[in-house]
């Protein structure tokens, strides 16, 4: 089982920086691929950026692309989003998932779709002003 908790969002202006950090709990961090995803009000949740257990492989939506970075730092048990250039259009619910890959070496270099996660955080609100 793994806890997740998202921290780090807050308002900001249009052209604003923002870095949210998710801390997850447990022993086995470096087994888990990880996850942003965002929900606008009255939409559905949809997926900003992921990265492979490993650290190795990103893969980020169109609209993150150039302006948002996902880090993993299994040290600290730690995945972080940078978000640069901030858009209202930003303005979500962003959510930490995380996914359990296992001990399988390509397992671990690989990102995966939103049905593959199995655990979420509670979500921190960004609001970006124009």
């Known amino acids: 089982q793994v806890q997740l908790v998202e921290s780090g969002g807050g308002l900001v202006q249009a052209g604003g920086s923002l870095r949210l950090s998710c801390a997850a709990s447990?022993?086995?961090?470096?087994?888990?691929?990880m996850g942003w995803f965002r929900q606008a009000p009255g939409k559905e949740r949809e997926f900003v950026a992921t990265?492979?257990?490993?650290?190795?492989?990103?893969t980020y939506a169109d609209s993150a692309k150039g302006r948002f970075t996902i880090a993993k730092e299994n040290a600290k048990n730690t995945v972080y989003l940078q978000m640069n250039s901030l858009k209202p259009e930003d303005t979500a619910v962003y959510y930490c998932?995380?996914?359990?890959?296992?001990?399988?070496?390509?397992?671990?270099?690989?990102?995966?779709?939103?049905?593959?996660?199995?655990?979420w955080g509670q979500g921190t609100q960004v609001t970006v002003s124009s």
């Open positions: 998932a995380a996914h359990n890959t296992g001990s399988y070496f390509l397992a671990r270099s690989k990102t995966y779709g939103r049905s593959a996660y199995e655990y």
């Open positions: 990265i492979s257990a490993n650290g190795g492989t990103t």
């Open positions: 447990g022993h086995t961090f470096g087994a888990y691929a």
